[in-house]
């Protein structure tokens, strides 16, 4: 049974569009919601992160939206670039020095 | 520049050998993490460490086991590879105080092959 669950598998958008990737957890006690953005060939980078405590977190085109009630997040790609064009796993953290645990990812690709 | 660096990138073993796999982080971070990524099951982690001397076990710590000699230094150990932990293995570290005491920073992997 997967804890952390995205959709869509995976997303084409035009350049320019905004890309909406979606996450959604089972275990109440997650509290730690990163985003990593995965090259073919490389590990994972983290991208953007957000704690619980909030509702909303924000780097540059990239922003996470999270509504601990209905346990679901989403990550917003703005002006999305070619460069872009990568899988964006959502992870999940219960606390401190624990580790993650992944959803499946979201490929997503940006054609000029 | 902090990182986290993995060795061997490839390795290609026989069924029933003893594969090491290694890594080591400039970023002085306490906790270090191994995970394995397979499609359909995404990443998930194996074993972890908060400190030098210290291993714990993750969610599929089965047929492997962990060493931290040291606060830069993290292995994997698979005592009897068997062809089903066939993957690319990746190894993470994290700091463990401060503002982004919940971040981890990934390695760039090992793909293991076991025949």
């Known amino acids: 049974q997967q804890q952390v669950r995205q959709s869509p598998q995976s997303l084409t958008v035009w350049e320019g569009e905004t890309a909406i990737l979606n996450c959604s957890y089972e275990?109440?006690?997650?509290?730690?919601f990163p985003w990593y953005q995965q090259f073919p060939g490389e590990g994972p980078a983290l991208l953007i992160s957000?704690?619980?405590?909030?509702d909303k977190k924000e780097d540059g085109r990239f922003t996470i939206f999270f509504n601990k009630r209905e346990k679901k997040l989403s990550l917003h790609i703005t002006d999305s670039q070619p460069g872009d064009s990568a899988t964006y796993f959502c992870?999940?953290?219960?606390?401190?020095?624990?580790?993650?645990?992944f959803g499946l990812g979201t490929r997503v690709s940006v054609f000029p | 520049e902090a990182a986290v660096t993995q060795s061997p990138r490839n390795k290609v073993a026989v069924t029933g050998g003893k594969v090491t796999l290694s890594c080591n982080q400039t970023?002085?971070?306490?906790?270090m993490y191994w995970y394995r990524q397979d499609t359909g099951h995404g990443l998930r982690l194996i074993h972890y460490?908060?400190?030098?001397?210290?291993?714990e076990k993750g969610d599929i710590p089965d047929g492997y086991k962990a060493s931290r000699p040291s606060q830069e230094n993290f292995s994997l150990i698979l005592e009897l590879a068997t062809p089903s932990q066939t993957s690319v293995y990746f190894c993470?570290?994290?700091?463990?105080?401060?503002?982004?005491?919940?971040?981890?920073?990934f390695g760039p992997g090992t793909r293991l092959t076991v025949l």
């Open positions: 460490s908060y400190g030098a001397g210290s291993t």
């Open positions: 275990d109440s006690t997650f509290n730690y």
């Open positions: 970023n002085n971070h306490n906790n």
């Open positions: 993470a570290s994290g700091p463990s105080w401060g503002a982004n005491s919940y971040e981890q920073y």
């Open positions: 992870a999940a953290s219960g606390g401190y020095a624990q580790g993650l645990t």
């Open positions: 957000i704690r619980s405590v909030s």
